[in-house]
Structures are given as C-alpha cells and as structure tokens.
C-alpha cells in the first residue's frame, strides 16, 4: 500500500485562495533584512503568502493583507519594491 504525499497548502493574502505552498510566493519579516521576498521558502521570520500575479499583490494592499500577516506597518517604498520583484517573476 503506497502513501500519499501530503502537499502543504497556504492562502493567499490578497485573493483569499487556498493552493500549493510551491505555487506561491513568501514575503518575509526578518530582523536584519526587513521585508524582503524569499524565493526558495526556507529562510527564517515571519511569512505571508501571495499569488504570482500582481492582481494579487493589489488586493493585498488595499486590504492590508500582508501587514495583518506580518504584524507590523509597511511603508510605500516596500510596496514599490515588492511590485517591482514580482513583474519580474511573471515575465518569466
């Protein structure tokens, strides 16, 4: 009897969406860094997940989404730069 695999599920911040951890993208709180985007998944802080779309990442802005996941305020700059990093992922 063979078993099944158990895939890690996450919901996104901006739609609300229940998928696959590997279809999503981390954004992460670090003491050091501050707020960055974690590509492989595995660094430490506190995570929120989003979609790999910029609809998503919208969403989650207007709704506070992922200060709400982060505890903590952002700033405008941060949102910048996170919109940036994520036109890059869906050009690829």
Known sequence: MS?????????????????S?????????TESE????????KKNGRGAYICRSG??????IRNHG???????GILPEIYDSLKKEIEKIESE
Do not use: F, N, W
């Open 3 to 19: 078993q099944v695999k158990k895939i890690p599920m996450r919901k996104c911040v901006g739609c609300q969406e229940m998928k």
């Open 21 to 29: 951890k590997r279809e999503m993208i981390r954004i992460l709180k």
């Open 34 to 41: 501050g707020i960055i985007l974690d590509a492989t998944g």
């Open 55 to 60: 609809e998503c990442l919208e969403k989650a």
């Open 66 to 72: 992922i200060e709400r996941s982060l505890k903590t």
